[in-house]
């Protein structure tokens, strides 16, 4: 009970009157914020809960006007195949497909259909990296010879922060003699480890950045001895069981998986490109998806539900070393740990600034660009079964992005 002092300047029911209506206000005030955000009653009460938000239900939905409008114009002209979904927060703005998923069987495309992911599978694995970070059976700053044995000399410096950050130096798989057979054929995430060990480093670990697919393989091999687990149950039982991905998945033995087919523009038409062979990238670039799961993954991770707040920020800081030079004329981008970030919009007109954390996907006849904008929680996802259609999808991207937010709707690309 509380106590007022009798020369407090004012009788005390009167500053209980003020104290209740004061409480008062501020229920209303709060119930009014409440009615204005995004999610809706039941995902706003999970997530006080801590718990995912339901999903939303499985249908079309096409509430942003200029998108709509783009993407059917795209679509009928032949000039994109493939879905899209904007959402902000848990509340799906947009929800599209377009074309076939096999033109050769003629099964049209379907709102849960299952790409490959390519790159854009590189959060997983980071992500799997930091969630067993948090569980206390390795640090980020361990030394990849604790994990890999045996280990060449020259690997001595690397740690698994810089295979994460694309700085160790390992070099790429693309950077190797006879990539285009080993491009196609099947091998192992063993047989991978080793051939990396064959290869001298290309600079001193953390001294520069550049995009190395093959050191994501050597992270997934660290997941396999930190956690007892092959990589892909490793996946299945931290992220993608407990999150309801019933529609994810790692297709490192070349099977079926439902995965749609992707395709190629080669000079005699659109060609199918069915030997994907993502073993060669199986910690890289092997998952597959569909646009909800995706985002049921975004608002997770983003959210908070997956990691602990030091892991979340350790995956999109910037770890490029600070005299890293502009690529290609751009502006710098945060490289974080299987995530970027940088203010896409610069690269549209007309433009706008906000700060998008993403990653991008081409692989085998896909071409895929996720995106998050965190002031708002925009997530903006585009995949698509056409290997050729990189910058409609990149533009496609940042329409959905620009439109969610408010900004005025881009047209072109400027880049």
Same mark, same amino acid.
């Given at each position: 009970?509380?106590?007022?002092?009798?020369?407090?300047?004012?009788?005390?029911?009167?500053?209980?009157?003020?104290?209740?209506?004061?409480?008062?206000?501020?229920?209303? =005030?709060?119930?009014?914020?409440? =009615?204005?955000?995004?999610?809706?009653?039941?995902?706003?009460?999970?997530?006080?809960?801590?718990?995912? =938000?339901?999903?939303?239900? /499985?249908?079309?939905?096409?509430?942003?006007?200029?998108?709509?409008?783009?993407?059917?114009?795209?679509?009928?002209?032949?000039?994109?195949?493939?879905?899209?979904?904007?959402?902000?927060?848990?509340?799906?703005? !947009?929800?599209?497909?377009?074309?076939?998923?096999?033109?050769?069987?003629?099964?049209?495309?379907?709102?849960?259909?299952?790409?490959?992911?390519?790159?854009?599978?590189?959060?997983?694995?980071?992500?799997?990296?930091?969630?067993?970070?948090?569980?206390?059976?390795?640090?980020?700053?361990?030394?990849?010879?604790?994990?890999?044995?045996?280990? #060449?000399? =020259?690997?001595?410096?690397?740690?698994?922060?810089?295979?994460?950050?694309?700085?160790?130096?390992?070099?790429?798989?693309?950077?190797?003699?006879?990539?285009?057979?080993?491009?196609?054929?099947?091998?192992?995430?063993?047989? /991978?480890?080793?051939d990396s060990k064959?290869?001298?480093?290309?600079?001193?670990?953390?001294?520069?950045?550049?995009?190395?697919?093959?050191? !994501?393989?050597?992270?997934?091999?660290?997941?396999?001895?930190?956690?007892?687990?092959?990589?892909?149950?490793?996946?299945?039982?931290?992220? !993608?069981? #407990?999150?309801?991905?019933?529609?994810?998945? $790692?297709?490192?033995?070349?099977?079926?998986?439902?995965?749609?087919?992707?395709?190629?523009?080669?000079?005699?038409?659109?060609?199918?490109?069915?030997?994907?062979?993502?073993?060669?990238?199986?910690?890289?670039?092997?998952?597959?998806?569909?646009?909800?799961?995706?985002?049921?993954?975004?608002?997770?991770?983003?959210?908070?539900?997956?990691?602990?707040?030091?892991?979340?920020?350790?995956?999109?800081?910037?770890?490029?070393?600070?005299?890293?030079?502009?690529?290609?004329?751009?502006?710098?981008?945060?490289?974080?740990?299987? $995530?970027?970030?940088?203010? /896409?919009?610069?690269?549209?007109?007309?433009?706008?600034?906000?700060?998008?954390?993403?990653?991008?996907?081409?692989?085998g006849g896909f071409?895929?660009?996720?995106?998050?904008?965190?002031?708002?929680?925009?997530?903006?996802?585009?995949?698509?079964?056409?290997?050729?259609?990189?910058?409609?999808?990149?533009?496609?991207?940042?329409?959905?992005?620009?439109?969610?937010?408010?900004?005025p709707f881009p047209?072109?690309?400027?880049?």
């Amino acid at each position: 009970m509380f106590h007022v002092p009798r020369y407090a300047g004012g009788h005390p029911r009167l500053v209980l009157v003020l104290i209740f209506g004061g409480l008062l206000m501020l229920a209303g =005030a709060v119930g009014w914020w409440s =009615a204005k955000t995004p999610m809706h009653d039941a995902a706003l009460a999970a997530s006080r809960r801590g718990e995912l =938000a339901p999903r939303p239900p /499985l249908v079309v939905v096409e509430d942003l006007p200029q998108l709509t409008e783009r993407l059917n114009r795209e679509a009928a002209a032949g000039r994109f195949m493939g879905g899209v979904l904007v959402a902000k927060g848990d509340q799906v703005l !947009f929800r599209q497909v377009y074309g076939m998923a096999n033109r050769e069987q003629g099964r049209a495309m379907q709102l849960n259909s299952r790409f490959r992911l390519a790159s854009v599978s590189k959060q997983f694995t980071a992500a799997a990296i930091l969630k067993l970070q948090d569980q206390g059976k390795l640090r980020i700053d361990d030394p990849v010879c604790k994990w890999i044995q045996p280990c #060449p000399a =020259a690997w001595a410096p690397i740690r698994i922060h810089h295979l994460l950050s694309h700085t160790s130096g390992i070099p790429d798989l693309m950077a190797r003699p006879a990539w285009g057979l080993g491009r196609v054929t099947p091998i192992t995430l063993e047989k /991978l480890t080793e051939d990396s060990k064959l290869y001298g480093l290309q600079f001193t670990p953390g001294s520069k950045v550049r995009y190395n697919n093959a050191a !994501f393989n050597l992270a997934a091999a660290v997941v396999e001895k930190a956690s007892g687990q092959p990589f892909a149950d490793y996946l299945e039982t931290a992220f !993608f069981t #407990p999150l309801g991905m019933k529609d994810t998945g $790692v297709d490192l033995d070349g099977g079926d998986h439902g995965i749609i087919m992707g395709y190629a523009n080669f000079p005699g038409g659109l060609t199918p490109q069915p030997n994907a062979n993502v073993s060669v990238v199986a910690g890289a670039g092997a998952v597959y998806s569909t646009l909800d799961d995706l985002l049921v993954w975004n608002r997770a991770l983003h959210g908070g539900r997956l990691l602990t707040p030091y892991s979340y920020a350790q995956m999109i800081a910037d770890h490029a070393p600070a005299d890293t030079p502009s690529e290609r004329g751009r502006p710098h981008r945060d490289y974080g740990y299987g $995530v970027f970030s940088s203010r /896409l919009g610069q690269q549209v007109t007309p433009a706008f600034e906000d700060r998008q954390i993403y990653h991008t996907g081409s692989w085998g006849g896909f071409r895929n660009l996720i995106s998050y904008q965190p002031d708002q929680a925009v997530t903006v996802i585009v995949l698509s079964n056409n290997y050729h259609l990189r910058d409609q999808v990149f533009l496609l991207t940042q329409q959905g992005m620009a439109e969610a937010l408010g900004r005025p709707f881009p047209t072109g690309l400027h880049r």
